[in-house]
């Protein structure tokens, strides 16, 4: 079975530009989260979705966005890039949303400079 | 609110080397607990998952019990190699109504030489 994939794996971007970073979870699951990892603040939480509805959302600005589509895939999108904004965002997949029964599976991560 | 804490890094140890990572933490509820390995330029990787209380996880030689009482999860493995060089990150499930989410500590570097 294919793992989670994200795409790109590397993007550099300039300030006050956006940036759409895009998630395809292992088949068969339906609940994607988004997590954005700095050296600073370690990994952070940024939203859940489950059946094409955020489920969660973490302590992050309105810039940051995110939609699932029917297919399970996941797409987060940035706007007004801030420096602050560069770092690893990293995909998981799980079958449900209920950590107590499924489990999250990691992709690769994509890694965004902001200069 | 809910947060994990991680014994600060890096840890040096050689091969064959006994590792203890300690990860305590604080939560309302029931939370999972899990353990994630990253090698360099990687994503995360689950190494191994608690569910309740007592439970033992285990996977690759890493073993790690859910301890209530002292609110801990310490990673151990009793013969380190140079492919066990990674970080290791700690966490818990944060459930609630709306859905859940991962609470990480900061991660800590593991480093083994031949």
């Known amino acids: 079975k294919a793992g989670v994939t994200q795409t790109p794996r590397y993007l550099i971007k300039t300030r006050g530009q956006q940036v759409t970073l895009s998630c395809s979870p292992i088949?068969?699951?339906?609940?994607v989260s988004w997590y954005q990892q700095t050296p600073g603040q370690g990994l952070q939480f940024l939203f859940e979705?489950?059946?094409?509805?955020?489920?969660n959302k973490g302590n992050f600005p309105g810039r940051f966005s995110g939609r699932q589509f029917s297919n399970s895939r996941s797409e987060m999108n940035v706007s007004t890039l801030e420096l602050g904004d560069s770092a690893l965002y990293l995909c998981?997949?799980?079958?449900?949303?209920?950590?107590?029964?499924?489990?999250?599976?990691f992709g690769p991560g994509t890694r965004l400079l902001v200069l | 609110g809910n947060s994990v804490t991680q014994m600060e890094g890096p840890v040096t140890l050689s091969e064959e080397a006994f590792l203890t990572i300690n990860c305590t933490y604080t939560a309302t509820g029931y939370p999972s607990l899990f353990w994630y390995v990253q090698y360099p330029g990687e994503g995360l990787q689950l190494l191994l998952k608690?569910?309740?209380?007592?439970d033992k996880g285990s996977n690759k030689g890493f073993e790690a019990t859910y301890r209530k009482e002292t609110t801990s999860f310490h990673l151990e493995k009793g013969s380190v190699q140079v492919s066990d060089s990674a970080v290791y990150f700690c966490?818990?499930?944060?459930?609630?109504?709306?859905?859940?989410?991962?609470?990480f500590g900061k991660g800590t570097t593991l480093s083994v030489s031949s």
């Open positions: 088949s068969g699951h339906r609940s």
């Open positions: 998981a997949s799980s079958l449900d949303s209920g950590l107590a029964t499924g489990t999250q599976y």
């Open positions: 979705y489950f059946s094409e509805t955020q489920r």
């Open positions: 966490a818990l499930s944060d459930q609630n109504q709306a859905g859940t989410a991962l609470i």
């Open positions: 608690a569910t309740k209380a007592d």
